[in-house]
């Protein structure tokens, strides 16, 4: 019986799971941090939780970002959710009607589009360069549309590894304002960066009103706990927490705040944070030599400096959903390109995490994967 | 800093709190189930979970509701929730659109008629009597409207009290099929039975299509574990198993599915509930003398046979809202009748709930009570 979204076969590489491998995960952390809340004295985090969050974790939790973002977060200025993909949801359900117009960034995280096709919304997907999404495309779409919400994920974007430069960060800031739409702003690989440091996050924009910035736990401690925030302006904060979804559960989830909170107050947080960012450079280098040496003739990509991910193009004539099958008879997977298109582009280029293998994995997949191509 | 929802001035009893007392809550329990899963050997349940939760858990959870229920339960059937609110939420997510009509009982529960109107719904309610809502006035209804949703609270009604008839149930199951809309059966009470057992729940029909029961952790373990479930036919386990937000959050709460499992499968969820009924049967006892007692004379009430609620009628002259500001002279608070209501009636009646206090401030609860009414 199954416990885990990820379940490979064991002769299998599948570079198409996007979570951190089981070894990576923070058991032990876990297990003092839950031996010391579980210890019968304060039983509050197992009662209907207050519907902010927590108030020592998000007291805590704007500590710690204040410091990963080197810029001032508030502690009223944050929401505890279950996750990022809980903070999207509760945002398209509070501020969007089926219909409306989400600009999204093309490619962008493929069930972020599943999530707004649930909430009936109209996808409207604009170019990423190197240096991110264009403000100038969405300068372009503003004079046809008026879109409710522009979904973005500004730093390590998943999937192209893209971060959003910062003056195009303050121009969509300046545009949101001006035209009146929300930024969605999915930061949560801001941390995870393994180069020099990331601009500003578009949480830094949040205070005015327009940007709402969503993080998550899943990427820096364990997806396991469904643990995230929403940064945003008292206002914006005050229409999540006020909703029935969240007044009627007592909060997202108290009893993940509750392990999570002295984690992030003694400093384990940031030591594992630490860990992980050296497991992952080291293997963004050696699957980056691994490509180079398979297939630096064949394909292109962006040595990623943060995040989970490598994106790589193919020639124009390949068509990544064929490919996948010959990759899979050399027992390795991927992600295909037209999953994160929303016009089903993108044909010829695929997505690889580096999460969830280590060094030799990522090295043999590699060579499988060059085999497919070739 | 605050940590949970429930914070009442030290000198009030607020009979308005609708969740157990901190007393209550099994953290010698879940302190065990803790050490037991966070010994770093099994990992699975910190990455992203199963999107449908825990297999494990949902065979253990389907034998624990057989018993329950009375009437066999698959696990196939079975889909693991964030709590009975997120559940709710899920459903509105996914089989509603803005405008789309809901009926429900007058009174409801309040959180759910929020839910509803987060999603845009158009909430038709209908009158509710000693064998719970009318079926005569649904078919009635019908031939007016055609909801999408109906949303009952079948078993130890919130705020009622009242259960649902078994002939009554079977004529709804019918109606759902005949006119094709969908039963929500909010079914978190069933198991807190203090007297007879209820009939059989509506999950009874959930394999039929038309009916999908809810159910939560919260009332019978802890409301911060955020715990809860869907059942209902396959169709619609896969609906909501494959939707956006659950397959990005990878399930809904790994986390504490993983500290629910071993109180499933080791008998500590059967012998806690069992401690639960004898101590809320005896609060109902003791609450039901001394209203008896104080207010015999004042108001009408049905004694409950489960769940956490008395529902007071007083005299049709009394206005709740106003007797609030009275009652709080007193340091005694309830829930007025109007926030139960979809249509701003039930302006005589109040709701008490047993499950926070203790008898002795139960009784002088009680007599505060009478003070501000009489």
Not at 149 to 162: A, E, K, S
Not at 315 to 324: K, S, V, W
Request: net charge negative.
């Amino acid at each position: 019986m199954r416990v885990s979204q990820a379940n490979p076969a064991p002769d299998l590489i599948d570079f198409g799971i996007g979570q951190p491998g089981f070894d990576l995960l923070p058991a032990e952390l876990l297990r003092q941090a839950g031996q010391a809340r579980l210890d019968g004295k304060d039983t509050s985090f197992l009662n209907y939780g207050l519907e902010q969050g927590d108030e020592f974790l998000r007291h805590a939790l704007a500590r710690f970002l204040s410091e990963q973002y080197a810029s001032p977060v508030d502690p009223a200025h944050l929401f505890i959710s279950a996750g990022a993909s809980s903070a999207l949801a509760l945002i398209c359900m509070l501020y969007t009607k089926p219909g409306d117009v989400v600009l999204v960034e093309e490619p962008s995280y493929f069930l972020a589009l599943r999530i707004f096709a649930d909430y009936g919304l109209r996808v409207i997907s604009l170019p990423v360069d190197d240096a991110g999404l264009d403000p100038d495309a969405v300068e372009t779409i503003l004079s046809q549309y008026r879109p409710t919400l522009l979904y973005t994920i500004p730093t390590f974007q998943n999937p192209t590894g893209v971060t959003l430069s910062p003056t195009r960060r303050a121009r969509l800031a300046e545009l949101a304002r001006q035209h009146d739409f929300l930024i969605v702003a999915d930061e949560v690989y801001h941390s995870l960066s393994y180069a020099s440091s990331p601009p500003r996050p578009m949480a830094a924009y949040a205070g005015e009103g327009h940007v709402l910035s969503i993080g998550s736990f899943s990427k820096i401690l364990a997806p396991g706990l469904r643990l995230g925030w929403i940064q945003a302006a008292p206002e914006q904060i005050a229409r999540v927490t006020n909703c029935g979804l969240v007044d009627s559960g007592g909060g997202m989830n108290p009893l993940a705040a509750a392990l999570v909170r002295p984690l992030l107050e003694n400093g384990g947080q940031n030591e594992y944070l630490t860990e992980l960012r050296t497991t992952y450079a080291a293997r963004v280098n050696a699957l980056n030599a691994a490509l180079a040496r398979e297939l630096g003739d064949r394909a292109r990509w962006r040595r990623p400096e943060g995040g989970f991910f490598f994106w790589l193009e193919l020639l124009p004539e390949y068509d990544t959903d064929a490919l996948l099958d010959k990759a899979r008879l050399q027992r390795v997977s991927f992600q295909p390109g037209p999953k994160f298109s929303s016009r089903n582009g993108l044909h010829h280029c695929l997505r690889l995490s580096f999460a969830f293998y280590a060094i030799p994995q990522l090295e043999e997949g590699a060579r499988r994967l060059a085999k497919a191509v070739r």
